[in-house]
């Protein structure tokens, strides 16, 4: 079951991290949240707020709350999606992660077979 303030911290991550970024580019920064919870089986907003993962955990005001609203459809499509893989549409860094806007993403995920 996806709980709303799961919902909601997810899309405050893409929010911060992507709202200026296309679909993929938010998918793939909701996919690094999604799993982080699934791994480490913690919520959503532990996840962002946890030590040295998002320097803008501190400043999480919305000013653009346009932006916000398709945020939070982004993270609602992906935490109720079993599977996500948007990787294809990235290139992979030279440290491995998906460079999507200029940034670079650590994600791990399972392909189907």
């Not at 799961?6 to 991290?17: G, H, I, K, T």
């Not at 949240?33 to 707020?49: C, F, H, L, P, Q």
């Not at 803008?56 to 609203?69: G, I, P, Q, T």
Request: hydrophobic share 35%; aromatic share 12%.
């Amino acid at each position: 079951m996806i709980h709303s303030h799961d919902v909601n911290a997810v899309a405050l991550a893409v929010y911060q991290e992507a709202r200026g970024e296309p679909f993929q580019c938010q998918v793939l920064v909701a996919s690094v949240v999604k799993n982080r919870m699934k791994d480490e089986k913690k919520s959503g907003y532990a996840v962002i707020t946890q030590y040295g993962q998002f320097t803008w955990n501190h400043r999480s005001k919305v000013h653009d709350w346009k932006s916000y609203a398709r945020s939070q459809k982004v993270a609602a499509y992906v935490l109720k999606s079993p599977q996500v893989a948007p990787y294809r549409f990235f290139k992979v860094g030279h440290r491995g992660g998906h460079v999507c806007g200029g940034q670079v993403f650590s994600v791990k995920y399972n392909r189907k077979k």
